[in-house]
């Protein structure tokens, strides 16, 4: 299975509640579909490089960032795209496939980055 990084830029709300429903669900999603889990991460809530809006019409301007490290399908991108596109919390995200496999990354020497190696603008930019 291909190995995969997601980013997700969330609505901000003032109750971690939110947030935390919509990592669960998407990790489910994975799992149920047979996928596996490698890292959940939280990067903050961040000011948006620019105001953006999506289901409610409403502009925001602050962000709850995340990523997911995951094994799946790829037949389950498609759907998992659909669940992104679908819920009111979710403003952006995208998937980048990091590899055919963990092993073969590891193998080549490929470095995954982590957080404190990850400048905030980069990720912002990695959006545009």
């Not at 019409?57 to 799946?72: I, L, P, S």
């Not at 669940?83 to 995208?94: A, E, G, I």
Request: with cysteine.
């Amino acid at each position: 299975m291909p190995f995969y990084q997601m980013l997700c830029i969330a609505v901000h709300y003032p109750e971690y509640q939110h947030i935390k429903q919509l990592v669960h669900q998407t990790a489910t999603h994975v799992m149920h579909a047979g996928g596996v889990v490698r890292r959940l991460e939280s990067l903050g809530s961040l000011p948006l490089p620019q105001r953006m809006k999506r289901h409610s019409g409403k502009y925001q301007k602050r962000g709850d960032y995340w990523t997911m490290q995951f094994d799946t399908a790829p037949r389950t991108l498609q759907s998992l795209n659909e669940l992104m596109r679908q819920d009111p919390r979710v403003l952006r995200w995208t998937i980048l496939k990091m590899g055919s496999d963990v092993e073969t990354i590891a193998a080549s020497g490929r470095h995954i980055p982590k957080r404190d190696t990850m400048k905030k603008a980069d990720l912002i930019h990695s959006l545009e």
